[in-house]
């Protein structure tokens, strides 16, 4: 019997679908043949494995949808949100929506100004060969149709929704990289041309809440900025698991990072190609990992979870090849920003606590860490 | 640890919470939580750990419950409430020795012994980490297909259309891939953590 159509018995056969003269003679080939009876076996204990995944990650959503409804009511003493709650609860459950409508507002002067900047003259000798990795702006002409039938759906929801929801979610995010957090207190490194010209910045963490940031470093010879969550809703995290390393990689060293080209978080992993970056540029070095608009400022890691670059740039005629700014320079900026008392409490993680790990756990640990940066 | 004599039996009400929990029924999930939260809460918050810690101790605590009653048993030989704090105390008591700490100072709540339940929980919980690698592994289309047709059962057809296949063969030679896929995801790591 083929494969398809003996798993395709198994499961009628489990879920008792068979009819009495087939389940006979299934339960005959059962004792028969050992093959087919691991193969009930294995399969009743893998779907039980995924109904009770199911169960309990439904119980999960309803026990946090609990706590937040039983805070709100004051029916238990977790602490509530601060401010207007309801406002920020409704604002979560129609962002999606406000930000469409903030979208369609913003995207004609997006595009101009995009075609502006996609037209003007960078530095020339980098222009043809060498690109940032800011997400696509070209790509915003074809959503807006897109865009807009949705839209007409939606218009009538957000007319409910627009005078409760804060005045800032009408801020039309679109483009965006990746930023890592080097502060348990909120700061975030990025690449200054993620952050350039933006009015205002926004970070998206793993499971999907947008905070507010602003920019306090930037740096765009370096290409790197500093950015500061200045979100209420953001809290302290306890440490980080990454450590930031002084000097850069060797050689030919693994490396691998993790950025927001999409929605979601995507890994990539390659080696150290060159101690020097375009040109012999000595700010950065060569690496060679998958790199796509959007990776801009994401973590470059080694196997021990050590933080050697940033991903900023990649090269157009070279399948593959990408530069990251050296870490170090994520040492001077900070320096740098220090000189202002009020940021004198800058502390970057020293030790990583990855070291020795596999790789799905260390993926798993940094993910939380690394964030999607989005400007207006 | 001493059980009181005179601790209280689980009256009906309280079977009828747990039935409900066993359901994933919100009105039940609320009353137990509003009716022990605040106990796990001051526990966690009283031997320093902050009311994130506690609301994750909490509900992981109400996760072993869950499971507890999920194997058909409504009958704790104890109260809701004496059940979750235990458990709860265990998990916390878990969470400080990975930083180092021994002892935790609790007030005057009552406890029972909930070994058997914390040995199944942590095996439970492995395998609910070693299925979302696995489904987070996937990618789509494969989860959402596999996810409508063994979670919310949806019928072949149904797929077909939804996602776009020509017909429903089509949509079932992508689900048994996805399926194969899966299986081989979940049980390298079950294998891996079993060695």
Redesign the interface.
């Known amino acids: 019997m083929e494969?398809?159509k003996l798993?395709?018995a198994v499961e009628r056969y489990i879920s008792g679908q068979m009819s009495p003269d087939e389940r006979v003679y299934f339960e005959q080939l059962r004792k028969t043949n050992a093959e087919v009876d691991q193969m009930v076996f294995e399969h009743t204990f893998?779907?039980q494995?995924?109904?009770?995944?199911?169960?309990?990650?439904?119980?999960?959503a309803?026990?946090?949808?609990?706590?937040i409804?039983?805070g709100e009511k004051g029916?238990?003493?977790?602490?509530r949100l601060k401010g207007k709650a309801k406002v920020v609860y409704l604002y979560n459950r129609y962002k999606k929506v406000t930000a469409i409508a903030a979208s369609i507002a913003g995207i004609t002067a997006l595009t101009i100004s995009a075609l502006v900047w996609s037209l003007s003259p960078g530095k020339p000798a980098n222009k043809q060969d060498i690109e940032n990795l800011s997400r696509d702006i070209r790509n915003i002409n074809q959503k807006v149709s897109q865009v807009q039938k949705q839209n007409q759906v939606l218009n009538q929801k957000i007319d409910g929704v627009k005078d409760q929801a804060p005045a800032e979610s009408n801020i039309p995010f679109i483009t965006g990289g990746t930023g890592f957090l080097i502060d348990t207190k909120g700061y975030i490194v990025t690449n200054a041309h993620v952050v350039k010209d933006a009015q205002h910045v926004a970070v998206q963490s793993s499971n999907g809440k947008d905070l507010f940031a602003k920019v306090i470093y930037s740096d765009i010879e370096k290409d790197i900025a500093i950015l500061k969550i200045t979100d209420k809703n953001y809290?302290p995290v306890s440490s980080i698991p990454y450590s930031i390393r002084r000097n850069g990689g060797d050689l030919a060293e693994a490396i691998f990072t993790m950025g927001y080209p999409r929605n979601d978080i995507v890994y990539g992993n390659g080696y150290i190609a060159s101690k020097t970056g375009y040109n012999g540029d000595t700010l950065s070095c060569q690496i060679t990992i998958p790199a796509n608009k959007g990776n801009s400022g994401s973590p470059v890691l080694n196997k021990n979870g050590e933080v050697i670059g940033i991903l900023s740039k990649k090269e157009n005629t070279v399948e593959g090849a990408a530069f990251a700014l050296r870490s170090k320079y994520i040492f001077e900026a900070v320096n740098e920003l220090q000189k202002d008392s009020s940021y004198k409490n800058i502390k970057l993680p020293v030790a990583s606590t990855l070291k020795g790990k596999e790789r799905?756990q260390q993926v798993n640990s940094i993910s939380g860490f690394v964030f999607m940066v989005k400007v207006d | 640890m001493v059980l009181k004599t005179d601790q209280l039996k689980p009256d009906s009400s309280e079977k009828a919470l747990l039935q409900g929990l066993a359901r994933n029924d919100k009105k039940a999930v609320e009353t137990i939580y509003k009716d022990n939260y605040n106990l796990v809460q001051a526990l966690v918050v009283n031997n320093s750990g902050t009311s994130d810690d506690a609301k994750d101790i909490f509900q992981e605590a109400m996760v072993v419950l869950y499971e507890k009653v999920q194997s058909g048993t409504f009958e704790l030989n104890c109260q809701i409430k004496t059940f979750i704090y235990s458990v709860s105390k265990r998990l916390w008591l878990k969470r400080l020795m990975q930083q180092n700490r021994f002892s935790i100072s609790d007030g005057h709540a009552e406890s029972v012994s909930v070994d058997e339940e914390m040995e199944e929980h942590e095996k439970r919980d492995t395998e609910f980490t070693m299925m979302e690698r696995a489904m987070n592994g996937l990618g789509e289309p494969c989860k959402s297909l596999l996810e409508a047709f063994y979670l919310q059962k949806k019928s072949m057809q149904e797929i077909a259309s939804s996602f776009g296949y020509t017909n429903s063969e089509n949509a079932k030679n992508q689900k048994y891939k996805c399926l194969m896929r899966l299986k081989k995801l979940f049980f390298s790591q079950y294998k891996n953590e079993s060695l």
């Open positions: 494969d398809i798993i395709e893998f779907l494995q995924m109904n009770r995944f199911d169960d309990v990650k439904n119980l999960k309803t026990l946090n949808e609990t706590h409804h039983l029916l238990i003493k977790a602490p809290k799905t």
